[in-house]
């Protein structure tokens, strides 16, 4: 895939970014953290789509416009997937390492992506959320590795409640996208991580997620 831009010649782009992927696995976070540096603990679903538009530096100075599509778990079959994801130039297949089910769907989630007529020919990245939540996890990262290598998927894993790898992941996402190449002083500096309160949660809670202020976000249902 050819990059949209030359490093010598860059001007101020706009990207399409996707999130997809089953009902409480965190998309929703990994927007507020990413946008915002927030974790939210109440949980609001999401219905159809939410998007946020957010301004990022990728490197030296070289930002660009991201236009976030937060799209609801429900939407897998939906006939307005293939509207969602029109003309996205990037799509992270988000699931939940502590629920294995999450990580099935994502095939699923794949091949209707396959399905469709994309023009833009997105990057389409696995991201593994929760990493914070170890020793629940259900799915080994051999299993995410492999999956992500047959699929040709960049491979990622994240913690939307502490920040761990949020900003750093997308930039690099974005930076491939638009064929710059991030310096290792330039990924170092994302990889702080944000402290987060520990708190005690019972099995039938459900992972929170963002819920913007209507001045920052749009809903289409």
């Known amino acids: 895939m050819e990059p949209l831009v030359h490093d010598e010649d860059y001007f101020e782009k706009q990207l399409k970014l996707v999130l997809l992927g089953e009902t409480s696995t965190g998309k929703t976070c990994i927007v507020s953290r990413f946008c915002q540096n927030e974790f939210c603990r109440q949980y ?15 490197r030296n100075g070289k930002n660009v416009t991201l236009i976030i599509w937060d799209v609801s778990g429900q939407s897998l079959n939906s006939t307005m997937l293939e509207n969602y ?5 990037i799509i992270l297949l988000v699931y939940d390492i502590t629920n294995a089910a ?13 399905k469709l007529q994309m ?3 997105p990057n389409i ?11 629940q996890r259900s799915v080994s990262m051999d ?25 750093l992941t997308i930039q690099k996402i974005c930076a491939e996208r638009l064929g710059l190449k991030l310096s290792r002083v330039e990924q170092e500096v994302q990889q702080s991580v944000v402290k987060a309160e520990i708190v005690t949660t019972t099995q039938n809670q459900v992972q929170p997620t963002y819920h913007p202020t209507p001045s920052t976000i749009c809903s289409i249902q």
Do not use: C
């Open 102 to 114: 999450s990580f099935i769907r994502v095939n699923d989630w794949l091949a209707a992506l396959r």
């Open 119 to 121: 023009d833009s020919s």
């Open 125 to 135: 990245a696995l991201i593994a959320n929760k990493s914070d939540m170890e020793h």
């Open 44 to 58: 609001y679903p999401t219905y159809g789509v939410d998007f946020v538009l957010h301004r990022q530096e990728i």
């Open 143 to 167: 299993k995410h590795i492999k999956f992500a290598n047959e699929n040709s998927l960049s491979s990622h894993s994240i913690s939307a409640r502490t920040g761990e790898n949020v900003k």
């Open 85 to 89: 994801v029109y003309g996205a130039h």
